[in-house]
């Protein structure tokens, strides 16, 4: 069974772009969810998709956003990137949320 | 805010000893409890799960929980070199399903 696949895996990008984070999810899983990790900060909720729909929102500004489609894969853009964005993205995703959840490899972004 | 503690570390054992990991959480109305383990530069891997009171075993793993107390660790027993990685308690968010509130991180370190 294939797990979890985040693309690209890396990416620098500069001050103002936008970029855009693909993750396709264990086939069956209808949650995905994604987390920012900063040596700081830790790991930090952005957002999860259910079925479609946005379900939870983390404390990001609206800078950061996402989508899922019907076949539950799920992208994120953050649109103006700052410095402050660089981090290692990761998504998971779980049947129906609240289970347990697998992570893919992430994207580590860079913003120069 | 409700929030996930963890000790930093390092912890320090001696291979083939019991390495003990502790968490504590504030959500009162969290259900679901999980333990990741993080290599550097890779992605948390979900070790243990854990949803009632007591202990649960899987392999050289033992979670335990205590809702009364808002307490979760993690016992491993004989500690291999290759189990020196940083261990991440993460709770459910009561009332937000798919939401995982994550501590920052125990780095345990099993010494030859």
């Known amino acids: ?62 800078r950061f956003s996402g989508r899922q489609f019907s076949n539950s894969r799920s992208e994120m853009n953050v649109s103006t990137l700052e410095l402050g964005d660089s981090a290692l993205y990761l998504c998971a995703s779980s049947y129906e949320g609240g289970g347990e959840a697998f992570f893919g490899q992430g994207t580590r972004l860079t913003v120069v | 805010q409700k929030e996930v503690e963890q000790n930093s570390g390092p912890l320090s054992v001696p291979e083939g000893a019991i390495a ?36 649960k075993e899987d392999g050289r793993f033992t979670a335990q929980l205590n809702k009364a107390s808002q307490y979760v660790s993690l016992l491993i027993r004989d500690s291999q070199p290759s189990d020196s990685a940083t261990y991440l308690c993460a709770v459910n968010e009561s009332g937000n399903t798919g939401k995982l509130i994550f501590g920052q991180g125990t780095t345990l370190q099993v010494k030859p």
């Not at chain 2, 290599?39 to 202990?55: H, T």
Request: net charge positive; proline share 5%; charged share 15%.
């Open chain 1, 1 to 62: 069974k294939a797990g979890v696949t985040q693309t690209p895996r890396y990416l620098i990008k500069t001050r103002g772009q936008q970029v855009t984070l693909s993750c396709s999810p264990i086939s069956g899983h209808r949650s995905v969810s994604w987390y920012q990790q900063t040596p700081g900060q830790g790991l930090q909720f952005l957002f999860e998709y259910f079925s479609e729909t946005q379900r939870n929102k983390g404390n990001f500004p609206g």
């Open chain 2, 20 to 55: 003990s990991l502790n968490c504590t959480y504030s959500d009162r109305g969290s259900q679901s409890f999980f333990w990741y383990r993080q290599y550097s530069g890779k992605s948390p891997e979900l070790i243990m799960f854990i949803y009632s009171n007591g202990d």
